[in-house]
């Protein structure tokens, strides 16, 4: 059993920062996980892909969001950070971490509600 706990995510103002946090635990080590990211889904949209980066720390980045956040992975703590900065009301939404280890398996956390006000 894998869990994703997700932390930091609230209100902030256009142009403000914000840091969402996610910590994975359970049956893991350093070297079983593999790619770390974070989705976001807005009402009425898809789920999207924001940022993932892999155990090589290969980093992909959506359009949208290039230039203004940043993801980084702390193996030791099996936490992967998404550091927001200048934000816009269209990054309103819901976020999502994603784990993948192992051999294909992947756990979710439980989202957590980013809000940008202009």
């Known amino acids: 059993q894998v869990q994703a706990v997700e932390s930091g995510g609230g209100s902030a103002q256009a142009g403000g920062s914000l840091r969402l946090s996610c910590a994975a635990s359970g049956s893991l080590t350093v070297f079983s996980i593999n790619d770390m990211g974070w989705y976001r889904q807005a009402p009425g949209k898809q789920r999207e892909l924001v940022a993932s980066i892999d155990r090589r720390m290969n980093i992909k980045y959506a359009d949208s969001v290039k230039g203004r956040f940043t993801i980084s992975r702390d193996n030791s703590k099996f936490t992967v950070y998404l550091q927001m900065n200048n934000l816009k009301p269209e990054d309103t939404a819901v976020y999502y971490c994603?784990?993948?280890?192992?051999?294909?398996?992947?756990?979710w956390g439980q989202g957590t509600q980013v809000t940008v006000s202009s």
């Open positions: 994603s784990i993948d280890y192992g051999l294909g398996s992947s756990s």
